[in-house]
């Protein structure tokens, strides 16, 4: 007790002592509401920093499996360039898939009953599904050998209707063949770039 | 408080009549100051050790203080002379040897020690120049008794003379040596003497350069306030041997001079424990320094976290802005994607349905009608007799297709007309319809008539 009358007794050091305990009380007092956390984080802020980063590597995971559909979904799309009609590409649909299916007809040795004109509905702007009217009556062979061309040819075609049947049920010599090709045109530009253009 | 070194020494004096002088004299930063100085007249009778504590309670010195102790002893002398410079034990020895030369009383009856003062030059070679205080063992006796009685631990008693430094000056110090003063040429060039003083004991002198010397440290009023007022003008006179005394106390060669001083007895050591207070300051520093390093690293370590984890939170954040923004960008051709493979446009299988079918309707049966719209195949099958639904299960087995439907119609004729409705069971919504596995060559077709 004497020692510390003795050290209280000058002035400078009561100051001293005063300044020093009126820091240490301020800042234990900062230190309580928070106001230092930014210069030395607590647990409490370490923790709510760290289930932050976990809600946000939930987040994160869940785009991820987003982007991994979308791009699976991408990736076979873009597989499938081929079996869609891109004007772009494939130039004008009323007149060159004519062509093709004609050029199916030939390959096969079939003779084409009648080939309708195409005619087209909307799915979304930007896709239409086209539609043709077609018949024949010609062998099996030439018949079957036909539905293969057709099958290899470019855009793929979709039979909507398609019927088959002998053309005489008591002596059949031929197959006759009828029904509704159908197939999708893709002009809207997105599309269009991505299936010309591959992958983006 | 003063851990490690004396910079605080403390020295009393007495004089012939028992007036006790002390006072507390402190180093700090190379300026001597008097901390405090006490006097004590003694009553009529009272014996020195009651002045020695009543002083020493009056300048309630720090624990750590060096004390000298000094003054009147009647038989002390104080001569000094030069001696080879010899290692300290031989030297020991051959003051020893020289002082029954210079002193009256034998050896065995003296109590003394020495100390070198300087170094001397003479016809080219050096010598120590050598201090000897020696007092009759009785006398020393006497003292230390007295001491005892008064409870101090001193590290020193010896005489003033002894701590004077005199550079050419003399020192006369009346009370404690009426009839000698130490005397030195003020060229230096002789060793100071202990010659009888031509002054009356009554008249010290005192010289102008001593008075001035001293009068400027600070404290020096504290050593006239601690007097009576009718001695205050004498403070000097009177504090004088204890200022000399205390001025050694402060000085360097006061610490090796104690090695050589008369020994005293144990229990006058001064219990100062500096060793338990070295090391009691060596670990408050070391747990400090532990602490520091302990706090500096959490602190560290914290601060590092908090920053890993922040720049976690923005990479990650960073990520999820960037593939947000390539998913919401892709999402229109998504939409697309979707409505395309939503749109059903029909069926694209027919030459593997037709070969399917050709592979695995019964034999004696014919396709007589096959009707595929969309998703659903309608057929006629013609057969000559019965048949029976075994015959196909080989079509509702497979998982291209689902039966949806049979019905039979008996003819007239006796063949059975069969009404055959499937589906196809594995068209997924969103992706187009698979398809039976494709034969190797595409030229097969339904069994038909």
């Given at each position: 007790m004497a020692e510390l009358k003795k050290i209280l007794e000058p002035r400078k050091n009561r100051i001293a002592i005063l300044i020093v305990g009126t820091v240490s009380i301020l800042l234990i007092v900062f230190w309580q509401m928070g106001a230092l956390d930014s210069f030395w984080p607590g647990k409490e802020l370490l923790d709510k920093e760290v289930t932050e980063i976990k809600k946000l590597q939930g987040t994160l995971q869940k785009e991820l499996n987003d982007a991994a559909v979308l791009k699976h979904r991408r990736d076979l799309f873009a597989s499938q360039s081929k079996d869609y009609w891109v004007p772009l590409r494939d130039g004008k649909a009323e007149t060159e898939v004519h062509k093709a299916v004609e050029q199916a007809a030939r390959l096969a040795n079939l003779k084409l009953s009648s080939l309708g004109d195409i005619r087209n509905s909307k799915i979304n702007d930007g896709l239409l599904m086209m539609d043709l009217s077609i018949s024949s009556t010609d062998s099996m062979e030439n018949t079957a050998r036909f539905l293969s061309e057709l099958y290899r040819s470019s855009p793929r075609f979709y039979w909507q209707r398609c019927t088959i049947r002998p053309d005489n049920l008591r002596e059949p010599k031929n197959i006759v063949l009828s029904g509704n090709l159908k197939f999708v045109l893709v002009s809207d530009e997105q599309s269009a770039a991505f299936l010309t253009g591959g992958k983006k | 408080m003063l851990l490690f070194s004396s910079a605080e020494a403390v020295a009393l004096t007495w004089d012939r009549h028992g007036k006790v002088c002390g006072l507390r004299l402190q180093k700090r930063g190379g300026i001597m100051s008097i901390g405090n100085a006490a006097c004590c007249n003694p009553a009529e009778g009272e014996p020195l050790s009651v002045s020695l504590a009543k002083v020493w309670e009056k300048l309630s010195?720090?624990?750590e203080s060096s004390l000298l102790l000094g003054g009147y002893l009647p038989s002390a002398v104080c001569i000094e002379f030069l001696m080879p410079k010899l290692p300290q034990a031989e030297l020991s020895n051959a003051i020893a040897y020289e002082l029954p030369r210079r002193l009256p009383t034998p050896l065995e009856n003296l109590e003394w020690h020495y100390r070198i003062t300087g170094e001397i030059c003479k016809n080219g070679v050096s010598f120590w120049s050598c201090r000897v205080f020696a007092v009759q063992a009785r006398d020393w006796m006497h003292m230390i008794s007295e001491i005892d009685a008064a409870k101090l631990q001193p590290d020193m008693i010896v005489s003033p003379f002894m701590a004077a430094q005199l550079d050419g000056e003399s020192v006369s110090l009346p009370g404690i040596e009426d009839f000698f003063e130490m005397v030195h040429s003020a060229r230096g060039d002789t060793l100071p003497q202990m010659v009888s003083s031509p002054q009356a004991p009554s008249a010290p002198s005192i010289t102008a350069s001593q008075e001035e010397k001293y009068a400027k440290?600070?404290?020096?009023?504290l050593l006239e306030n601690s007097l009576p007022s009718d001695e205050r003008a004498k403070a000097f006179v009177f504090f004088h041997p204890a200022l000399l005394l205390a001025e050694y106390g402060l000085r360097d060669c006061f610490r090796r001079d104690l090695k050589m001083a008369i020994p005293l007895p144990?229990?006058?050591?001064?219990?100062?424990s500096k060793g338990l207070k070295v090391a009691c300051l060596f670990l408050s520093v070391s747990a400090l320094i532990l602490f520091m390093s302990y706090t500096g690293r959490a602190w560290w370590d914290a601060r590092s976290r908090f920053a890993a984890l922040r720049a976690e939170k923005k990479n990650i954040s960073r990520q999820i802005k960037k593939i947000v923004e390539e998913n919401t960008k892709n999402k229109q051709l998504d939409l697309t994607i979707k409505n395309i493979y939503g749109a059903n446009p029909g069926n694209p299988e027919i030459l593997q349905c037709l070969h399917y079918l050709s592979q695995n309707i019964p034999d004696g049966?014919?396709?007589i009608d096959f009707n595929s719209t969309n998703e659903k195949i309608e057929m006629t099958i013609k057969t000559s007799g019965e048949a029976s639904d075994t015959e196909f299960s080989a079509l509702a087995q497979t998982?291209?297709?689902?039966?949806?439907n049979i019905r039979k119609r008996r003819n007239s004729d006796g063949s059975t007309d069969i009404f055959i409705r499937l589906l196809y069971a594995n068209s997924k919504e969103g992706e187009p319809a698979a398809a039976p596995p494709l034969p190797p060559a595409s030229t097969g077709g339904p069994k038909n008539g």
């Open positions: - | 010195p720090e624990p440290l600070p404290g020096w009023q144990e229990k006058f050591r001064p219990l100062r049966m014919w396709v998982p291209f297709f689902s039966t949806e």
